[in-house]
């Protein structure tokens, strides 16, 4: 079955879903709908028996550079006359990939920004292109982590590494991400979904029970804690997003300069 939404693309085939990054010309920056898109993929995949595994891919020049700036802050400016009770897409998709019992798989290759990151730490396995950079420069933008990543990527890099990647928010490279152990592999970029197209297909080949379990087992010691910080994060988030740092961030974005946060 292949479905293409706007600028998300999912194709399953052998037990195998696919959500393919599909905005290449805007470096596959995310918006609002495609958040939506991933979120609706995921919740689909998790009902479906046939879906045994979830794979997450670029193409070999970039994976993600993030959210998109504009409508980030369209969608943020009218989050106000959203109908109470409904949650935002991105939130929804995050949550969904948190808590998604099934392997989820990642083929990264060229520039992961921001959440184009935090995403690969609720995957399982996570295979990267030499081309491969991961930032995620939150503070930069007078905001804080989101993703739960303030409590998984310290577990993940120790604390003065995630501290060097979150307090900076200086890129870093794949072979750099393989030593600290965010990546499983470092290949070609032009071999990377394909590996990964592959290894998806040995854990289709599994018992989808087994491998349920399993991933349940390992992740039940932090499931809670997870859920919890992804609310803490949120709610300082939305606090920062309203503070004079991030609209200085924001307005320097948009007006192509550097930002002065001299008086923040």
């Not at 804080?144 to 120790?158: D, I, K, T």
């Not at 470092?186 to 297909?201: D, G, Y």
């Not at 300082?236 to 974005?253: D, H, Q, V, Y």
Request: proline share 5%; net charge negative.
């Amino acid at each position: 079955m292949s479905e293409t939404t706007q600028d998300i693309l999912v194709h399953t085939e052998a037990g195998v879903c696919t959500i393919t990054f599909n905005r290449a010309d805007k470096k596959n920056s995310i918006t609002e709908a495609m958040y939506a898109s991933m979120a609706d993929a995921l919740a689909q995949a998790g009902e479906d028996a046939a879906v045994r595994c979830v794979v997450f891919q670029g193409d070999m020049a970039i994976f993600s550079a993030g959210n998109d700036i504009a409508d980030f802050l369209k969608q943020s400016a009218g989050g106000a006359a959203r109908p109470e009770g409904e949650q935002r897409p991105v939130w929804r998709f995050l949550h969904n990939i948190a808590a998604f019992p099934k392997p989820v798989i990642a083929a990264v290759c060229g520039p992961a920004v921001g959440i184009g990151t935090t995403l690969l730490l609720h995957c399982d396995l996570v295979y990267a292109g030499d081309n491969a950079a991961f930032s995620l420069p939150f503070v930069n933008l007078g905001l804080c982590p989101e993703a739960a990543s303030s409590l998984l990527l310290p577990q993940m890099l120790g604390y003065h590494r995630a501290a060097e990647a979150l307090l900076l928010g200086e890129p870093f490279l794949a072979e750099a991400a393989l030593e600290v152990g965010l990546v499983n592999r470092v290949v070609p970029p032009s071999e990377c979904n394909a590996l990964v197209q592959a290894q998806a297909r040995k854990l289709a080949a599994k018992p989808l029970s087994a491998l349920i379990e399993t991933k349940r087992l390992m992740k039940a010691g932090q499931s809670g804690l997870v859920r919890e910080r992804m609310a803490e994060e949120g709610a300082s988030f939305g606090k920062l997003m309203g503070g004079p740092a991030a609209k200085e961030a924001f307005t320097a974005f948009m007006e192509k300069r550097k930002p002065d946060f001299s008086q923040c």
